[in-house]
């Protein structure tokens, strides 16, 4: 089934509705966990921490992204083992997905594809839901909405 943004919004508005206003760091954790993702996973966290950076940063590249999770890791990871490792989760749970909550952010209408985002377009895609949410929390605590 395909979404519109606005659905898709209307959707990360309800899995983020227990989330504080603004707490963009758990409602990234509440996300990944609908959709799949497995906390376990070294990827899971880099992945969370990459989506974040990305929010913050909107025009960071994503090769500085992995060199900022390199240098806040306490192990010494090289930027292409935290690109494999998200790489790896992103992968995984694709494999094992549940296909209409993955549509509400990775579908044809929106990506033109449907095969696994790669990195790149899964951090990109989610921090922007992370921009609208964060927006419509302001609105909604202004009473514009």
């Not at 993702?37 to 880099?46: A, E, L, P, R």
């Not at 990459?50 to 999770?69: D, N, S």
Request: proline residues 2%.
């Amino acid at each position: 089934m395909e979404h519109t943004v606005n659905e898709t919004l209307i959707y990360v508005i309800s899995l983020a509705c227990d989330v504080r206003r603004g707490d963009v760091p758990a409602a990234i954790l509440a996300i990944l966990i609908e959709l799949g993702f497995q906390t376990s996973s070294d990827g899971f966290w880099y992945l969370r921490r990459a989506i974040f950076l990305r929010y913050q940063k909107p025009e960071i590249r994503l090769t500085e992204v992995y060199e900022e999770i390199s240098c806040a890791s306490s192990s010494s990871l090289t930027v292409n083992q935290i690109e494999q490792a998200i790489l790896s989760a992103i992968d995984s749970t694709w494999k094992n997905r549940n296909k209409e909550k993955w549509d509400y952010f990775f579908n044809e209408q929106r990506t033109g594809k449907r095969k696994r985002p790669g990195n790149k377009e899964f951090i990109a895609q989610l921090a922007c839901f992370m921009e609208l949410w964060v927006s419509h929390c302001q609105e909604v605590s202004h009473g514009i909405k």
